[in-house]
């Protein structure tokens, strides 16, 4: 997968595009022969990170790391006795050869301002929102008594403070609001807790990689915990107080696994939605596609014991044949799950939406709304948009790895959490987003159809992509609609149809639009900028929040869509610590927290030509006059 790669992050973000090391871990591999990290990973690594060691996670699967993060894996996680008899400049070098940058000099303490008195337990409090989707129902609504934002004060809204995450190029764990602390994840796998009023830190977690999931939290106030994973699957649990690790586990043992979608919390139950990079591992014609299956995995949150397991393809993959250069072929393989469940406490179920087979032939569970038990993860129902398979192998010259059945119209994950909502009829219905720009209405109780309504034209990262949201009987729908190309070897774009980014609502009830919002037109050559609206929205009982590819915060009237205030976040904003982030596009699963006055959104996500950033941006409500 095509990307490009950033040199250090001492103050202003600098997007050097003309000097990437390589454009992908595997491409970098195969060109990168003088570098010396080539040779000590071949040496050191490969034996087991080139398929030798099954749950070893491979070249590029680790080439998307922050340096920082795998640094500390060779030196302090769970690489350290493999990585013992290595100098510190060979494991500098094996980092900056795998990730694609240099390590900075520091671990980003220099950047960051440390609170002058540690933590006080009364100053956290349990929060009245359930995480990532607001509600259990993951309507991403807040109430008036949750927020303070309103139509007729949102020109009081300022920049509080701009806290800047090192070394990273996106943010995209949705951060979490207790009491005075702000809880947030970043690219290097650092876990902060912010203070509320000043942005300063009390205190760090480092996980193994990447913490692309929001923060959750569950207990009392005595010892609650913070839940959440990690980009190579593993969960954990850390004290909310002190930041100390309660517990953690590998959710899949598949070295491709990863979480993308934040966990849910329901009674003493953690469920965690496990998805895999091996959608792009397959582009390799050497490679045995395919193997993972994506699953929801349960957890008792205080002990980590693990409850169930129940994966969206119930049978163990087999051989199917070669492809053509003779390398084994295995199916069914896919349908990850990279949303967070809907919790539905009185039905006694849970929803996720399915990706995408990787191989084939296809399953019929891909594509779809599944329906799990919550408290043994039986399978209820399946409601299935379509069978589909592709990988990236399908965008590449080398077509070995690509399955028969792609086509193209394929890729078309239901990515966005699943909503559950009352209509203004008073009856509850299920709602789904797909890549494919089509959103399907659904009874609950057995998943059958009652409406669907197309509104993008679709596209690899969306038609609807990582969220959607409800209030007062609207469905609120953020739309990317955006062209990209994973090979130079392709050529245009496989979508057909006109491509419609913006922001639409729907009545739960039957489909109706209510209003559309088509994106505006305001990068002007700003390079990387996109207009469509690819990270989830966020409602109240007046108002509809959203991120832009484009770098802007907009916040719409619920009634009519009209744009009530705007901040174009792609600009460098001084930090506590005296340093310099930037902001950039927003996407990837993180959208707008509200708690009381204040408004936190994350800005940047370098991944697939989007603009790079690394900040999180706190606004609160001014005292009239100010």
Request: charged content about 20%; proline content about 5%.
């Amino acid at each position: 997968m095509s990307r490009f790669f950033y040199q250090g992050l001492a103050g202003v973000l600098a997007l050097l595009l003309a000097a990437p090391l390589s454009a992908s871990p595997l491409e970098r591999e195969a060109t990168a022969a003088s570098h010396p990290g080539r040779a000590l990973f071949a040496e050191h690594c490969a034996a087991c990170h080139s398929g030798g060691q099954p749950k070893a996670p491979s070249l590029e699967m680790m080439g998307y790391l922050a340096p920082a993060s795998l640094y500390r894996v060779l030196t302090e996680g769970g690489m350290r006795s493999m990585a013992e008899q290595l100098s510190d400049l060979e494991k500098r070098h094996i980092t900056a050869f795998v990730t694609g940058r240099e390590l900075s000099g520091d671990d980003g303490s220099s950047a960051l301002l440390f609170c002058e008195s540690g933590p006080e337990r009364e100053a956290l409090a349990i929060p009245d929102t359930v995480g990532w989707g607001v509600t259990p129902a993951n309507t991403r609504a807040y109430t008036a008594a949750q927020t303070a934002l309103s139509r007729d004060n949102l020109g009081r809204l300022r920049l509080k403070w701009a806290f800047g995450f090192p070394d990273a190029v996106r943010a995209r764990s949705q951060p979490l609001v207790a009491g005075d602390r702000v809880f947030v994840g970043s690219q290097d796998g650092t876990v902060y807790a912010l203070d509320r009023d000043s942005g300063c830190v009390h205190w760090r977690f480092f996980a193994r990689s990447e913490v692309r999931t929001g923060i959750v939290m569950a207990g009392d106030g005595n010892d609650p915990l913070l839940l959440f994973g990690d980009y190579l699957g593993y969960v954990y649990a850390v004290g909310a107080n002190d930041g100390e690790l309660r517990w953690d586990d590998k959710a899949d043992d598949h070295p491709a696994a990863t979480i993308t979608g934040t966990p849910a919390v329901h009674d003493t139950s953690l469920y965690v939605p496990v998805t895999s990079l091996e959608v792009a591992s397959a582009a390799r014609s050497s490679y045995p596609c395919c193997s993972f299956r994506g699953s929801v995995v349960a957890y008792d949150w205080r002990t980590g014991e693990r409850r169930w397991q129940t994966y969206s393809i119930p049978e163990l993959p087999q051989q199917v044949g070669e492809n053509s250069p003779g390398v084994a072929r295995f199916a069914p393989s896919g349908a990850g799950i990279w949303n967070t469940p809907t919790i539905d406490a009185e039905r006694g179920v849970l929803y996720v939406g399915t990706g995408q087979n990787y191989s084939s032939p296809t399953s019929a569970t891909s594509d779809a709304v599944l329906a799990v038990t919550l408290d043994t993860g039986e399978l209820r129902w399946v409601f299935q948009t379509r069978r589909d398979a592709w990988n990236v192998a399908c965008e590449m010259a080398d077509r070995s790895n690509c399955p028969e059945e792609a086509g193209d119209d394929s890729d078309m994950d239901i990515g966005a959490a699943v909503i559950l909502a009352r209509g203004t009829d008073g009856s509850d219905y299920l709602l789904a987003g797909q890549k494919s720009g089509q959103v399907w209405g659904l009874k609950p109780a057995d998943g059958s159809l009652v409406w669907q309504r197309k509104l993008g034209r679709g596209g690899m990262l969306g038609g609807v992509h990582f969220g959607m949201a409800a209030a007062a009987g609207t469905l609120v729908v953020p739309i990317n609609d955006e062209d990209v190309q994973l090979s130079a070897s392709a050529a245009g774009s496989r979508w057909n149809g006109e491509q419609r980014p913006g922001v639409y609502a729907l009545d739960v009830a039957s489909g109706e639009s209510r209003w559309s919002w088509p994106a505006e037109t305001v990068c002007d050559g700003r390079p990387l900028c996109k207009p469509g609206h690819s990270a989830p929205a966020t409602v109240t009982g007046e108002l509809v929040i959203t991120g832009s590819l484009d770098g802007h915060i907009r916040i719409h009237d619920l009634r009519d869509g009209k744009v009530l205030w705007r901040y174009d976040t792609v600009r460098d904003f001084p930090t506590p610590g005296g340093g310099t982030a930037r902001g950039g596009a927003m996407a990837g699963g993180s959208g707008a927290v509200l708690q009381d006055e204040l408004l936190l959104m994350n800005s940047g996500y370098m991944l697939v030509h989007h603009m790079p950033g690394n900040v999180l941006l706190a606004f609160e409500l001014a005292e009239a006059g100010e």
